[in-house]
């Protein structure tokens, strides 16, 4: 029973760091247009919209926080088997995981705009100084939580797969969750305020993305600070509720029916997700109902 | 003849002559482990199994790219083998768990990885439509059907003017469930194979006692199942070019291609997995 309890515990915990991880790991892309909507940043250029925005999207969200998680994780735990206290450990390691991340950021922000120049699209010296340092921080906390998760599951809950191997899993996983849930917001309801709220963005539109704050000119740190509000948050909850419901219904429910337990209460949460699914879709077709031509609606 | 027009007729249907040069290397693959490592015959058959059911899972999993990042397409806003792969490891790591239970055999070993990446696509599904709903104030609509083969639901009318669609209707949320549990049930495979080849091989390699090695076949098995996940999420990825709403989407009938291909290139790495413990 007691060991059941410390599972439940260290559950409890493991999904508080995944809910903080996937929430810093949005904000941090978004801020650095590392997600699937990074490509209207590249093309706005060449429509003629110059911009201040940061785009340092080479490859995906998930192979990109893979290699950082991974880093930060087999650091990590080269440092521990020297003796290392693991908290130490997994921050040292964390803090030279993010510095690679650095030097991506600033190469991917440099070669991706330089190939722009053709359509006059300058490299902002002061944006590079400025976005770079806080990306760096976000993903600090992104990758902090995710390797000391990943601690967790394997020196408290005993799972089989070392620790850098965890980090390529979760690291992934983590990139996979947070590029799925977030990117939308930051894409439909940030790049393109100008268009209206409750629709999808024209095809049309692409490249149009909206370039200017309250306040001058809009730099990625305004982009943060509004996917902040929901994007992250959503993608925080999403990463959280995997790992926590994951780790969960195995720890409480493996040693039920010969092993069966566990897998029944997997595919309790599945059907329980799908209701919900169902539930809001059908809450969403009646209360925006179809979509009308302007004059139709006005009248 | 202009490439775009030719483009369509190319990219569907299966290639004869591909299709048995790949079977022929299968069967090559097949016939090397029997000679050389006849231990691992039956682990490469299941490490093969694994990856052709990766190949079809990725086929269900509803991804709209950039595109749906803006509500442009309907599925979810990143790349098929990305997401796939996330939705995989999940899975692998359940699968994992439960493989180091002694007490557990194949069928629960399977069905936990099979969970573990249903479990992520069912998470991530319901959070990507309420961030469509509740964030953008759009409902789900698909561009690819009239109706939802599940529900019944009528589409074009709430899909915005100018778009393809956006968000998740109840199919793609069940495809992408489907997926995500194929997935992971093939790459717990592949890592479940290969452990009882290393776990049984190791010990007489190193002169060790079993307990010492298992974390090395532990090891072992997950990388090679790590790799042979991304290397088959990527090849189903490249068949699919793009976005996919789910097994409505009539890409989904290309997935024949992706198995073979991918039966074909988990046959080889796999040979290569169980031929690292043969001297």
């Known amino acids: 029973m007691e060991s059941v309890l410390l599972g439940i515990g260290v559950t409890a915990l493991a999904g508080a760091l995944a809910t903080v991880a996937g929430a810093a790991e949005d904000t941090e892309s978004n801020i650095g247009s590392q997600g699937d909507p990074n490509s209207q940043v590249q093309l706005a250029p060449q429509m003629g919209y110059i911009h201040r925005i940061y785009n340092k999207a080479v490859s995906g969200e998930p192979p990109a926080y893979g290699l950082w998680v991974t880093i930060s994780a087999g650091v990590a735990w080269a440092f521990m088997i020297t003796g290392m206290n693991p908290v130490l450990a997994i921050v040292i390691a964390s803090a030279l995981a993010v510095f690679v991340q650095g030097v991506y950021a600033t190469t991917a922000y440099l070669g991706r705009t330089a190939s722009l120049s053709k359509f006059e699209q300058p490299v902002y010296i002061d944006v590079i100084k400025s976005v770079t340092t806080v990306t760096m921080a976000h993903a600090f906390v992104a990758i902090f939580t995710t390797v000391a998760m990943c601690y967790l599951l394997v020196a408290a809950l005993g799972h089989p797969f070392p620790l850098p191997l965890l980090g390529i899993v979760w690291g992934i996983a983590l990139g996979a969750a947070g590029s799925a849930t977030g990117n939308p917001f930051y894409g439909k309801e940030r790049q393109y305020q100008t268009q209206n709220f409750g629709a999808g963005v024209p095809i049309s539109a692409s490249g149009n993305i909206v370039r200017y704050a309250e306040a001058g000119q809009r730099s990625s740190l305004d982009n943060g600070w509004f996917t902040a509000k929901l994007g992250g948050p959503a993608s925080g909850v999403c990463f959280g509720l995997i790992v926590f419901l994951e780790l969960w219904r195995t720890v409480l429910f493996e040693s039920v029916a010969g092993g069966w337990g566990a897998i029944i209460a997997g595919v309790v949460i599945i059907l329980i997700f799908m209701i919900i699914d169902r539930y809001i879709e059908v809450w969403a077709r009646k209360n925006y109902g179809p979509y009308v031509k302007a004059e139709e609606a006005s009248a | ?279």
């Not at chain 2, 039956?42 to 749906?68: K, Q, S, W, Y």
């Not at chain 2, 778009?163 to 093939?186: C, D, N, Q, R, W």
């Not at chain 2, 009938?253 to 046959?267: D, L, T």
Request: proline share 5%.
């Open chain 2, 1 to 279: 003849m202009t490439a775009i027009a030719a483009k369509p007729s190319a990219s569907e249907g299966i290639n004869p002559v591909a299709s048995v040069i790949g079977i022929v290397i299968i069967i090559a693959a097949v016939a090397i482990a029997a000679v050389f490592a006849n231990f691992a015959l039956a682990a490469l058959i299941g490490v093969i199994i694994g990856g052709l059911l990766i190949g079809f899972g990725v086929h269900f999993v509803p991804v709209g790219g950039a595109p749906a990042a803006m509500g442009q397409s309907p599925g979810i806003a990143t790349g098929v083998a990305m997401l796939a792969a996330g939705a995989g490891l999940a899975g692998l790591f359940g699968g994992a768990w439960a493989a180091a239970n002694p007490a557990f055999g194949i069928a629960i070993v399977i069905a936990a990885g099979a969970i573990g990446g249903g479990l992520l696509m069912a998470v991530t599904c319901l959070m990507v439509n309420i961030v469509y709903i509740f964030g953008m104030g759009i409902p789900a609509a698909s561009g690819k059907v009239a109706k939802d083969p599940i529900t019944g639901d009528s589409q074009a009318e709430y899909k915005s003017q100018g778009t393809e669609g956006h968000g998740l209707p109840f199919i793609s949320y069940v495809g992408g469930v489907i997926g995500g549990m194929l997935g992971g049930a093939g790459g717990t495979l592949i890592y479940y194979e290969l452990l009882q080849v290393y776990a049984a091989k190791l010990p007489e390699l190193f002169s060790a006692t079993a307990a010492d090695v298992l974390p090395v076949a532990v090891s072992l098995a997950g990388i090679f199942a790590v790799g042979m996940f991304l290397m088959n999420a990527v090849l189903a990825a490249y068949n699919i070019t793009g976005t996919i709403e789910g097994p409505h989407d009539p890409k989904f009938k290309r997935f024949p291609r992706a198995v073979i291909g991918c039966a074909v290139a988990s046959a080889v790495a796999g040979l290569f997995a169980v031929l690292i413990v043969v001297v």
